[in-house]
């Protein structure tokens, strides 16, 4: 694993480890919007194996087109990018331009609450049983970026991050493990030691417990990431990880989102589908491309200003 010491990292590597896992997760959403809803029947009915960017399903989109898997980790990002450091009041900015936008697909939790700040400048929410959605997690890949280096300052800001909209321990705890694996995984871990993490999950909150995977793939967290781990540490690259995820059905925008952050961070840049790549929306690929150097350059594993300028 690498070191977090800026002196001992190699920056090119870091970068494209970090961009993969930004490009996972659009790959994932772009891909998974296609059979989101589905069951698994139907989406054999239909595609066979679903397995090429072609937009279309229930929000009939555009071939590369996003949801807001995407749109609301780039508004993180850029709130990030604009503060220079984390400041949610700036992130529920840019959640709320994004909302006025009127956006393609906003979950329902999300809109609640950046409907709430927007009227009433109310910062997070109180906590709620029926907080236990998808909708935080599906976003942690800035913060797991702008945080490399420090677990203490990932742990905290993906709790803060998550409380914007989401306020149930369930949702904190997926919201801190997303968050580790793809800082693991971008550092070089092996899969025992990204298994040895979701193993500390399951040991604080038995109901990750994936092993007797049943194939629910709701937006109900525990299955997201059920069907995230279930389908990530029982395939072999990125793309057989993907495929086997959407094919699932459910939330598979999401479930494919969060599968393309941890497997793009895994996997690495050369092992993203050139044929997807090719597909995803331009703008998105080039704002990603253009951030993530950016957050990468805010965060602890770069402590002096020269080494931040390089990257």
């Excluded at 919007?33 to 589905?38: P, R, Y």
């Excluded at 909302?99 to 709430?116: E, F, M």
């Excluded at 298994?195 to 990750?208: N, Q, T, Y």
Aim: charged share 20%; with cysteine.
């Amino acid at each position: 694993m690498a070191e977090a010491h800026s002196g001992m990292v190699d920056r090119q590597a870091l970068v494209d480890r970090c961009r993969a896992a930004f490009l996972g997760l659009a790959l994932g959403d772009a891909l998974g919007a296609t059979t989101e809803f589905l069951l698994p029947g139907e989406i054999r009915h239909r595609h066979k194996v679903h397995n090429r960017i072609i937009g279309g399903g229930w929000l009939n989109l555009k071939a590369g087109e996003v949801t807001d898997d995407t749109q609301m980790s780039l508004c993180i990002a850029r709130a990030i990018d604009q503060s220079g450091g984390w400041d949610a009041r700036c992130v529920m900015e840019h959640f709320s331009r994004w909302l006025k936008s009127k956006p393609v697909d906003v979950g329902a939790t999300c809109r609640r609450s950046i409907s709430r700040y927007i009227l009433k400048q109310e910062l997070g929410r109180p906590y709620s049983d029926w907080d236990a959605g998808n909708g935080a997690a599906m976003r942690m890949v800035p913060v797991a970026l702008f945080t490399l280096g420090d677990e203490g300052m990932l742990a905290e800001l993906a709790v803060d991050q998550a409380r914007l909209t989401h306020h149930n321990l369930l949702s904190d705890a997926a919201c801190i493990v997303v968050g580790r694996l793809v800082q693991q995984a971008i550092l070089g871990a092996d899969r025992p030691a990204l298994h040895g993490i979701v193993r500390e999950l399951i040991a604080a909150h038995p109901k990750f417990q994936y092993h007797s995977y049943r194939g629910a793939a709701s937006a109900y967290v525990v299955e997201t990431l059920q069907t995230v781990f279930h389908h990530f540490f029982g395939t072999g690259d990125f793309e057989e990880c993907l495929v086997a995820v959407v094919n699932q059905g459910g939330d598979a925008d999401t479930t494919g989102a969060i599968a393309g952050m941890i497997a793009g961070a895994f996997y690495g840049l050369d092992a993203l589908p050139k044929k997807w790549l090719k597909v995803l929306d331009p703008a998105v690929r080039e704002e990603i491309d253009s951030l993530v150097p950016r957050l990468l350059g805010l965060a602890p594993i770069f402590q002096n200003r020269e080494d931040s300028e390089e990257l």
